[in-house]
């Protein structure tokens, strides 16, 4: 690899997480939860799974493997294929999934109650 700057856009999934984020523990599901998309419809950018905590919270389809992303300033909802091959798109969406339920599980909430 050159000394040259790169832009993120330009690298590779296994580019852009480093052997420093594995060292630190974080996992590659976990690093391809916290994607910055782009809302189509304002333009802005937004975390994924930032936006899945806090917008998605009382949503039912959350636990079941939703596959679209709501932006965090405008509430526009819009398919995450738009950002993501298909496979990693469902990927991503069953471990935020995972870590919905698993909070769920360990506090006793419920998506929808």
Do not use: W
């Not at 976990?30 to 905590?53: I, Q």
């Amino acid at each position: 690899m050159s000394y040259e700057k790169r832009y993120v856009d330009d690298l590779t999934r296994n580019e852009r997480y480093s052997s420093e984020l594995q060292r630190r523990g974080v996992n590659k599901s976990f690093y391809d939860a916290n994607k910055v998309l782009l809302c189509p419809e304002c333009g802005r950018s937004f975390n994924l799974f930032y936006s899945r905590a806090k917008l998605c919270a009382g949503c039912p389809s959350l636990v079941r493997g939703c596959e679209l992303a709501r932006c965090t300033h405008c509430h526009t909802e819009f398919p995450l294929r738009n950002h993501m091959s298909k496979r990693a798109t469902r990927t991503t969406s069953n471990y935020i999934e995972s870590i919905v339920k698993r909070y769920h599980d360990t506090f006793g909430e419920r998506p929808g109650q």
